[in-house]
């Protein structure tokens, strides 16, 4: 355990090399995954100019903001979110790309919030956006980004949902029951709250839009064949993809920001017994917003954090598994010990030959004992141990897991090291 | 050129994803280079208590501080290096790691500093340190690290230069001239000015200590043999590796910084036409200031910056051409090309099928021209066009770059593509 009295501020995280190896582990599935679809990675500045939030919440910011004012009396806020980020540099930068853009992000982002499990104050987020397409076809491209992440993760239909829904649904049902235009955006912040306010809070809420509860239980329920003809666009080209599993309608999802324009969904654990681990949807008019309407795009995007998905693949075996195949402590190829000090310049000459060839090499830095160098050899997670003495060019090839030994020299060391990192 | 209406605060940069390759090609060197020398990754928090830094530095704060107040009345700083994180974190958790620790970090540091070229606000250091080992074994991993990184960019020694220096002999040097123990601190702020300052300017400060400019030269110009044992020992280790040819010693080098207590280093451009590539040395004694006593672990590292090292590499033919090489667009392998749209399921199925295989794949998210197909398929740099027609299961497998187009069957794609893809 860490010593406590040198903590980070709280809600903030260390990653010593241990904490680390799972935060890289994350990254390098996100990467690999975005990848695969052909998104190309871009990043913004941590810190922004807090007009840009209030731009593009349309005037409402966040309360839990690290907002500041810089040496240059500048009003500055710790990047909440990627997404405003997002409109500013593809609005800057947009004729330069073929359209529509496929753009990923991996970093932190930071809120003053409550730490407590799931809920950080520096957090990492994984962003993934299509720039340019109103079509279905993006929106499907997005959702199964999301479903082969998660599947790359470990994890199964039986683990998670995608829960998808239209806010167009909830606009021509507002429309339909008479629900004043300017009140909208209040009725859509009642169904948001739908599944975890008390049924009679709910009620009184809906008392002021004439509308009962029970009907819209059963709407959501039962929710009409055809009632969204976006989700049953994605439904099929889902279908066509073989990920038809993953996904369900589910109308109760509206996500809180008023800039969402169309399709909506979250990904939440089977059992629901944590926070959305993934959420997104399409924002067409946010690009317009942010540029003052000097670049239109539609857009479609999801944002997926490291604590939530961090909690769920503790708690799914195979993904467990995968986890801990990917955590070995594995830093280096070979460790070098030394067994004659007269041969220490022979060591690190083929240090460097090894090195230069690409093989991961650690090797004593001060005199120390065989036994002792060979304990941290074991400890490091090297794959070989190399004993060099008094007889090199001979040396001993150890292989650390099998307990093999085998002499040899440095070139044959060379043929048999660089045929495994190839492999590597 | 990207539209200045949208750009970030002025010292911050935007990485759209033609920015973003550098600073991915910037990374992967650092990283290669440091697993090969069995350095394992870390990260620390973003923000810290300024009290960390009050303490690093004995009191005195640098004045370029990204420092406010957060919501819980905290004093904070964005981090503007790593070590003193680095001192707390190693302090934490020091017992659950073989010793010595070999740490790297890649990440942003902040100061508020006037904009200029290879001076940003934010900016991201390659940071790499060895704790709890004081032999000089331990200085020389560390410059061969330093070195083998300006090696792996593509630069000769005809291109840089490591600057050592040895701040014991200044302390020795201060001794037998009388300098009081007192005013060794200022003395040694004086060397570091001695190449920026006039002579005159130079010489008034010295008067101050009874000591003479020309002697000072003639010092540092012709160091007596034997005068610093800590180089010495460095310089026979870095003759073992066969990499003497990249450093020198030069007493000029002092590092401002006051924690610095030994061995300390600069690498430059051979012209010096730009600040220091990187920079770093000993600081034995700041993992127990910072832990209050508790935990004592001799230390070194170095830091390298990544706005001096790109200009470094414009500016060197070999350089530049390894790192174009790493920049050409290849967002994907494969572009689906659809030329019949009736066909779009079966080209998502398939798209599917070589995702799974790990395959990078683009497609059409909407209908298309063939030709706008194509030109996107040439924007992003797919290696391959994936022609898809009325004859499907039949398709046309063209490569962008040689004009060459066969006919074959997915399974026949998948064989030609996944042995493309091994050997990537």
């Known amino acids: 355990m860490p010593d406590a009295r040198f903590s980070p501020l709280p809600g903030f995280r260390d990653f010593a090399p241990q904490e680390y190896a799972l935060r890289a582990y994350l ?16 990043e913004a500045p941590t810190l922004e100019s807090t007009e840009l939030y209030l731009k593009k919440s349309g005037g409402e910011l966040p309360t839990q903001l690290f907002r500041f004012q810089d040496q240059g009396e500048r009003d500055v806020t710790l990047r909440p979110e990627l997404t405003a980020s997002l409109g500013r540099i593809a609005a800057a930068c947009q004729r330069e790309y073929a359209k529509p853009l496929k753009w990923f992000e991996i970093g932190s982002c930071f809120r003053y919030e409550k730490p407590q499990k799931g809920r950080l104050r520096e957090f990492v987020q994984f962003n993934a956006d299509i720039l340019g397409e ?7 491209e997005l959702l199964a980004l999301a479903i082969d992440c998660m599947r790359e993760f470990g994890f199964t239909a039986q683990d998670f949902v995608v829960r998808v829904s239209d806010r167009e649904v909830w606009l ?5 029951h008479g629900v004043p235009e300017e009140r909208v955006g209040d009725f859509l912040a009642v169904i948001d709250k739908f599944e975890r306010d008390r049924p009679e809070y709910c009620q009184e809420k809906l008392d002021a839009f004439g509308l009962r509860r029970e009907d819209l239980v059963a709407f959501i329920q039962n929710p009409p064949a055809g009632c969204s003809a976006h989700f049953d666009r994605v439904y099929e080209e889902l279908c066509a993809r073989g990920l038809e599993d993953y996904v369900q309608l589910d109308l109760s999802v509206v996500r809180g920001l008023a800039y969402y324009t169309g399709l909506v969904f979250e990904i939440f654990d089977k059992g629901h017994t944590l926070r959305a681990v993934a959420g997104g949807g399409r924002y067409d008019g946010l690009v317009g917003t942010l540029s003052g309407g000097a ?15 961090a909690h769920l693949i503790e708690a799914c075996p195979a993904a467990r598994a995968l986890r801990d195949a990917a955590l070995r402590p594995h830093s280096c190829d070979v460790c070098l010990v030394l067994a004659a000090p007269e041969m220490r310049p022979q060591m690190l000459a083929l240090a460097s030959v090894l090195r230069d060839a690409g093989v991961r090499v650690d090797l004593p830095l001060a005199p120390a004992k065989m036994g002792n160098q060979l304990k941290r050899a074991e400890k490091i997670g090297a794959t070989y141990a190399v004993i060099i003495g008094a007889e090199y060019p001979e040396v001993e090839l150890k292989n650390l897991a099998t307990r093999e030994s ?7 060391l060379m043929t048999e090291l660089l045929g495994e990192a190839d492999e590597a």
Do not use: C, K, L
């Open 27 to 42: 990254f390098s599935v996100w990467r690999r995954v975005a990848q695969r679809y052909g998104f190309a990675e871009w």
């Open 295 to 309: 670049v239109d795009m539609p857009a479609t995007g999801f944002a997926m954090g490291d604590a939530v998905i």
């Open 134 to 140: 109103a079509s279905e076809g993006a929106d499907a």
């Open 172 to 176: 021509r049902y507002a429309a339909e």
């Open 406 to 412: 085998a002499h040899t020299t440095p070139d044959g």
